[in-house]
């Protein structure tokens, strides 16, 4: 890239806004952007892990292949890094990101990232940080996954997508159905019915893969007590 693009990005993390400016022109000759289309395999479950991966914009799933059936860890939405525990704590990639809208991605040399945590204080702040609001999200999931009904973990689940991916009521799902039940637990056929279910019963409208929220306190209630 160009070393004074990092300079100038409106989609800068904030631990690239600490920074300074010789360390963001070591940034800018030390990462390659790439766009990938809907569909796109980003990096690979097994494969070999080289680079800090940064979501600048766009939306992707994060998912692994267990021993029965896959599993969608996460909807990760840019700006956001991903990958820093699995190319730290090893060499292997330990699970997969596929992009569910064009996506733009930077892929930063990972001995380049190290030294920014070296030697910039603020910096490796805001990347703990990031680390530490991630896990704690993952245990909240984690606990909802194992405790809550299948009808509680889709409704928490279309939440999720209106008030943390598109900020508003009515959007269109980026999952297909068997991608949902893999991101809650269900099987396809179950999360069809679920959906089903709530339309009939006026909590949502789903028109092809548009769903609006008609219902949002019964939504809520049934994400809660699961």
Do not use: W
Not at 65 to 74: A, D, F, M, S, Y
């Amino acid at each position: 890239m160009e070393p004074d693009i990092c300079k100038f990005c409106s989609k800068r993390s904030l631990a690239a806004g600490k920074l300074g400016n010789d360390e963001l022109e070591k940034l800018g000759h030390n990462c390659v952007k790439v766009i990938f289309s809907k569909g796109d395999v980003i990096f690979k479950q097994n494969a070999l892990s080289s680079n800090i991966i940064y979501i600048r914009d766009g939306l992707v799933k994060v998912h692994i292949t267990g021993p029965e059936r896959e599993q969608i860890l996460k909807i990760a939405k840019g700006p956001t890094y991903l990958g820093i525990p699995t190319t730290f704590g090893d060499k292997i990639n330990h699970y997969s990101a596929t992009a569910l809208t064009e996506t733009s991605v930077c892929f930063i040399d990972i001995q380049t990232f190290r030294g920014f945590l070296a030697t910039n204080s603020d910096f490796s702040y805001e990347i703990i940080v990031d680390l530490c609001k991630n896990e704690l999200n993952h245990f909240h999931r984690c606990v909802n996954q194992l405790q809550k009904q299948s009808p509680g973990r889709v409704a928490e689940a279309l939440l999720f997508f209106a008030d943390e991916i598109f900020g508003n009521n009515s959007f269109v799902l980026p999952l297909t159905r068997h991608e949902l039940g893999d991101l809650t637990g269900n099987s396809r056929e179950n999360v069809s019915r679920i959906l089903a279910d709530f339309n009939g019963e006026g909590l949502i409208s789903i028109n092809g893969k548009e769903i609006v929220i008609a219902n949002r306190d019964m939504l809520e209630k049934i994400s809660k007590s699961g």
